[in-house]
């Protein structure tokens, strides 16, 4: 069955492709999340908030800009206050602009709140993207929240959560009433780490429980609470492996893995990855790639090869501003299984039979082979992957270590095509490089 196949890829999907098909592919991969900042660092401060003189509650009959003005005073106080009962624990402060009464929104709060105090929050810094939104209800808004995020570290590499609140115009002031997703077709104008292609973070949609370990931030649906001490164990240890193939200006701050049940999988981050996806990397800022697996895939003989290898596009793909085009999809995931291979007590190459049977339909002369398609079979898949691993093992043999990496971080992170990285770190054309891995290849 195609849900069984012991897959995991990285979905990095071009916004032109989303816009144009209209939906997503996970093994399409693409530019890093668009416009992105290169410099935008660890320690960068949220954008400045323009304070305006306090504004009066707007008459009945005012202009709509005058209530507009008034609602994103009232809203950034009340997320002022709402952020600080969340970091200091305090659940009455976090609610405090609740409509009373509303039991449905005080038990999302309450969801909200368990979940990010159990993600070891320690920055979720609010702003408007926009001005309110006049809803069809008379004296209700909409507004637009970039909440940016921390887990566990006091700083870290930037992420942000984009979602849509509501609220009511009462007798005693504007009041929340509650939120909803930020629409998956509606741009963020003044995001910082993904521009125009909105995703949900896990937290948005789901209670979670988490385990922080020394690289490593594990959360899961309550429901799989018996399996989070081993599957942090395990994280670990694919992290250990993962941190030996960093490639970045800085290291990981920490692997933030969201384990998902059959409901997160079609709503986290991009929405449903693919039936034969057991695991996305999912880059949420420029200097961060967060990791969704799926649990029915981490069975007993399955969930390291699945964790190291996500982990390991995350220690070999942060940091960019360009990556995922289809001409080094092999090198993207050539890299992490290659690197998955690393770990210890790892037999024979997994693919190499699929690779055997690629090899026998026909010649390879160049290893460059694109991905999969989406109804590709599955030793058809597999056989592309090998070609990528062995790609990967060979210019580490013939070149060494350090000369593979500068060529996979001279293409895949900064982009600047095989050739040009190919001379860059191998002092050669691509085309004599390729040439040499293909032959290679043929005579395993
Ligand atoms: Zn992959």
Not at 183 to 204: D, G
């Amino acid at each position: 069955m195609i849900n069984d196949v012991p897959w995991r890829r990285l979905a990095l999907v071009p916004v032109a492709a989303v816009l144009a098909a209209g939906s997503l592919s996970a093994c399409r991969s693409g530019n890093t999340p668009a416009a992105v900042a290169a410099s935008a660092s660890a320690s960068a401060a949220p954008p400045v908030e323009l304070v305006a003189p306090s504004l009066p509650r707007p008459s009945a009959g005012a202009p709509t800009s005058e209530f507009q003005a008034w609602v994103g005073q009232e809203v950034r106080a009340a997320m002022k206050v709402q952020t600080e009962g969340l970091l200091s624990g305090d659940f009455g402060k976090f609610a405090g602009a609740a409509e009373p009464g509303n039991k449905a929104l005080r038990a999302e709060l309450q969801r909200r709140f368990r979940t990010l105090r159990a993600l070891h929050v320690t920055r979720f810094d609010q702003r408007i993207d926009r001005q309110p939104l006049v809803r069809a209800k008379k004296g209700t808004w909409q507004v637009v929240h970039i909440a940016q995020q921390c887990f566990v570290e006091a700083d870290c590499a930037i992420d942000e959560a984009v979602f849509d609140s509501i609220w009511a115009e009462t007798p005693a002031g504007l009041r929340l009433t509650g939120f909803q997703p930020h629409a998956r077709k509606s741009s963020c104008l003044r995001c910082v780490s993904y521009a125009s292609r909105p995703y949900s973070q896990p937290w948005e949609t789901t209670e979670l429980i988490a385990q922080v370990g020394a690289r490593t931030l594990v959360a899961v649906p309550p429901k799989y609470r018996s399996r989070l001490a081993d599957l942090s164990r395990r994280a670990e240890k694919a992290a250990a492996v993962a941190d030996r193939y960093r490639i970045g200006d800085t290291p990981v701050d920490r692997y933030r893995i969201y384990v998902a049940d059959d409901a997160s999988w079609r709503r986290w981050f991009g929405g449903y990855p693919g039936s034969w996806v057991a695991g996305v990397a999912f880059p949420t800022g420029p200097n961060r790639i967060d990791v969704e697996v799926r649990e029915s895939d981490l069975t007993a003989g399955f969930s390291d090869e699945l964790l190291t290898h996500e982990l390991a596009h995350v220690s070999t793909l942060r940091n960019d501003t360009y990556y995922g085009q289809d001409d080094v999809w092999f090198l993207v995931e050539g890299m992490a299984e290659y690197v998955e291979h690393l770990r210890s007590g790892t037999g024979g190459y997994r693919n190499r039979s699929a690779l055997n049977r690629l090899l026998r339909q026909r010649t390879l002369r160049s290893v460059s082979v694109e991905p999969p398609a989406d109804n590709a079979s599955i030793l058809d898949a597999q056989g592309r992957y090998a070609v990528g691993y062995y790609t990967v093992t060979y210019l580490s043999q013939r070149y060494g270590k350090a000369k593979m990496l500068q060529f996979f971080q001279q293409a895949v992170q900064y982009g600047i095509g095989l050739d040009g990285a190919s001379r860059t770190a191998f002092g050669k054309p691509w085309a004599s490089v390729d040439k040499e891995c293909a032959a290679y290849i043929r005579k395993l």
